[in-house]
């Protein structure tokens, strides 16, 4: 193998990095006990023995832990970033140097350069794919339905070299998918909805150990962690704003105002907002609490959230963050129309002048926690990538006989997760007694 960072087997930032990358990825594993577990059995039994699995994921220590146990149970692996800020370039060098993977990531990639890895990943030929996102996906259905003019240009360039068989065959040759965030699950369904699903998609969100773990402690932990590491700002007694309570939302308001702060909870989602309420925080509309918040951070997977409107509306020296998938949810474009920047103030901390005020966007409006910080803690990803594991484990047991629709892991393995977990975290649960069966199994007993 070349030892220089780019080649046609890989495209890294540099080599040189791999001995922090692999004590960083070793650091990672000291946290992920069911993740050493699956490795265990895979390398025993290769479940994905001769299978070529590409995977565009954020390149960090935890994903580097995954990528390991898929080459354990026997897969060739090729990995790019799923965002050009998130990757670790000293775990790429590692997994390129010390395990041989196929990485294609580089932090702070330009467009070019970012699409150009997911070429990559798909010249890989995949018989499994594995997105955070649905990007590895999405290419691979534009080329299914040839719109190709949707793809990147480096992507399309590429597939237009193709012969029309070859095309065919690259998406016909995918076995299935799994796919990691709340976005990328949702852009699924809306394929299979319009019925142009070309293969069976696991979704790993769906999953109880990913979502409510994940989503939640992880991304409520990691963004705040982010914030700070960006602004060293102190959180007590400031004014957060946090548009969207679902999943990541709950976390981070949770993590917020555990630092103090006085939260304030935007939705759109009645049910979202009454639990909100009932759960202690002010629910206001973005547009009232505008004027009102120190610090504003999106977790919605939405489109245009915080809007040119409110951003006028903000006081001097707000700070404007996203956690949520896509680099969407505030309007970066209505800001450069209007207002003047961005101009560095600290590392991933931009000043915008609008209206004759300083405004903060942290991170370009990309994944703060994954941008400024490090991403989740790994012993959270612990059960996430247990459950990528799984998946591409039943991808492959269960072969064509999937539908072409979305699909979760069976509930009895995310148990079988849970279980696993509690047991490295020292925790005993009771079980049930033959009374208590017998009894939830009946409709007349101890009535
Ligand atoms: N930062 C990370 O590491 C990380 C981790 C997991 C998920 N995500 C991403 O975070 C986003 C949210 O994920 P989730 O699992 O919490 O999803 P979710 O569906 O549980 O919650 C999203 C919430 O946003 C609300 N919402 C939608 N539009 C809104 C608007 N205009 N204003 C206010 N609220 C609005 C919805 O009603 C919903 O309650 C997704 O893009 C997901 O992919 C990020």
């Known amino acids: 193998m070349t030892t220089t960072a780019r080649s046609a087997e890989h495209d890294v930032k540099d080599l040189g990095l791999a001995a922090a990358g692999r004590r960083r990825t070793e650091w990672a594993e000291r946290s992920m006990p069911v993740l050493r577990q699956l490795r265990e059995r895979f390398a025993a039994e290769r479940p994905l023995a001769g299978r070529r699995l590409s995977a565009c994921l954020h390149v960090t220590a935890e994903t580097a832990n995954l990528a390991v146990t898929l080459k354990a149970g026997g897969a060739d692996v090729a990995l790019c970033a799923s965002n050009p800020l998130s990757t670790q370039d000293d775990v790429a060098a590692h997994l390129v140097k010390d395990h041989g993977l196929k990485v294609f990531a580089i932090k702070g990639e330009d467009h070019d350069s970012y699409y150009d890895h997911i070429r990559a990943a798909l010249a890989h030929r995949p018989d499994i794919t594995m997105d955070d996102g649905a990007d590895l996906v999405g290419a691979l259905h534009m080329i299914a339905l040839n719109r190709l003019d949707d793809l990147a240009p480096p992507v399309r360039r590429w597939v237009e070299r193709?012969?029309?068989?070859?095309?065919?065959?690259?998406?016909?040759?995918?076995?299935?998918?799994?796919?990691?965030?709340?976005?990328?699950?949702?852009?699924?369904?809306?394929?299979?909805?319009?019925?142009?699903?070309?293969?069976?998609?696991?979704?790993?969100?769906?999953?109880?150990?990913?979502?409510?773990?994940?989503?939640?402690?992880?991304?409520?932990?990691?963004?705040?962690?982010?914030?700070?590491?960006?602004?060293?700002?102190?959180?007590?007694?400031?004014?957060?704003?946090?548009?969207?309570?679902?999943?990541?939302?709950?976390?981070?308001?949770?993590?917020?105002?555990?630092?103090?702060?006085?939260?304030?909870?935007?939705?759109?989602?009645?049910?979202?907002?009454?639990?909100?309420?009932?759960?202690?925080?002010?629910?206001?509309?973005m547009a009232d609490a505008?004027?009102?918040?120190?610090?504003?951070?999106?977790?919605?997977?939405?489109?245009?959230?915080?809007?040119?409107?409110?951003?006028?509306?903000?006081?001097?020296?707000?700070?404007?963050?996203?956690?949520?998938?896509?680099?969407?949810?505030?309007?970066?474009?209505?800001?450069?129309?209007?207002?003047?920047?961005?101009?560095?103030?600290?590392?991933?901390?931009?000043?915008?002048?609008?209206?004759?005020?300083?405004?903060?966007?942290?991170?370009?409006?990309?994944?703060?926690?994954?941008?400024?910080?490090?991403?989740?803690?790994?012993?959270?990803?612990?059960?996430?990538?247990?459950?990528?594991?799984?998946?591409?484990?039943?991808?492959?047991?269960?072969?064509?006989?999937?539908?072409?629709?979305?699909?979760?892991?069976?509930?009895?393995?995310?148990?079988?997760?849970?279980?696993?977990?509690?047991?490295?975290?020292?925790?005993?649960?009771?079980t049930l007694t033959p009374e208590q069966q017998k009894y939830l199994a009946s409709w007349d007993m101890g009535t």
């Open 290 to 430: 505008a004027p009102l918040g120190d610090v504003f951070v999106t977790l919605t997977g939405n489109v245009h959230v915080i809007r040119l409107e409110h951003m006028r509306a903000m006081k001097e020296g707000a700070i404007i963050a996203n956690s949520g998938h896509f680099n969407v949810e505030i309007d970066l474009e209505g800001l450069q129309r209007a207002g003047r920047g961005p101009v560095p103030a600290r590392d991933f901390v931009d000043e915008w002048r609008l209206d004759g005020k300083s405004l903060y966007v942290l991170a370009d409006g990309r994944l703060v926690n994954l941008a400024a910080a490090e991403g989740h803690p790994a012993s959270v990803m612990d059960m996430s990538f247990a459950n990528q594991a799984l998946a591409a484990e039943y991808v492959v047991h269960q072969g064509r006989k999937l539908g072409r629709e979305v699909h979760r892991i069976p509930r009895e393995l995310d148990r079988d997760i849970a279980r696993l977990k509690l047991q490295a975290m020292g925790v005993a649960i009771d």
């Open 162 to 285: 193709l012969a029309a068989d070859d095309r065919q065959q690259l998406v016909a040759g995918v076995l299935g998918s799994t796919e990691e965030t709340t976005t990328g699950v949702i852009r699924l369904r809306a394929m299979a909805k319009d019925g142009v699903l070309q293969f069976p998609v696991i979704a790993v969100n769906d999953s109880d150990t990913k979502h409510l773990f994940d989503n939640r402690y992880g991304t409520g932990q990691s963004t705040l962690d982010g914030i700070l590491r960006a602004t060293n700002l102190l959180i007590a007694g400031s004014t957060v704003v946090v548009a969207g309570y679902g999943w990541c939302g709950r976390g981070f308001a949770l993590r917020a105002r555990g630092a103090g702060a006085n939260v304030i909870v935007t939705e759109i989602d009645p049910l979202k907002a009454l639990e909100a309420q009932m759960d202690g925080y002010r629910v206001l509309p």
